[in-house]
């Protein structure tokens, strides 16, 4: 039981770190109108499609096997790689050191990247071994 809850619970507050940051306390630079946004922009929207689709996985997380869950965190630790990739290989953000994109975004986002990777690693190592 407590694998289930922390196998679906972790996801579920990293997801929605990840989906609502760069929106909210680790904001992107804003769009004006008449004006090309910005690569952060991209970044941002990017970012919240992923963390949807990994909080969405942590709540199906709550309700299945042990096993099924084990593929589930499998693919929450694959978009994890994903919210890093996004803002420093894939998009980027803005190429302004000073900017608070640069500053504040990035690294949030490889922060709760990593954070994902890691606790959907030991999900999959603390179900693969109690579905055995």
Known sequence: M????????????????????????????????????????????????????????????????GRIRAGINIAVAMLGALVIAVPTVLIGVCKGAMMHCHMVTLPTLIVLGVLTIVFAAIDVALDARHAK
């Open 2 to 65: 407590k694998n289930r809850i922390l196998g679906g619970i972790v996801p579920i507050v990293l997801g929605a770190l990840i989906a609502v940051g760069p929106q909210t306390f680790a904001h992107v630079c804003e769009v004006h109108e008449g004006k090309m946004p910005m690569a952060c922009h991209y970044t941002a929207q990017a970012a919240l499609g992923i963390g949807i689709v990994i909080a969405v996985l942590g709540l199906i997380a709550l309700f299945v096997d």
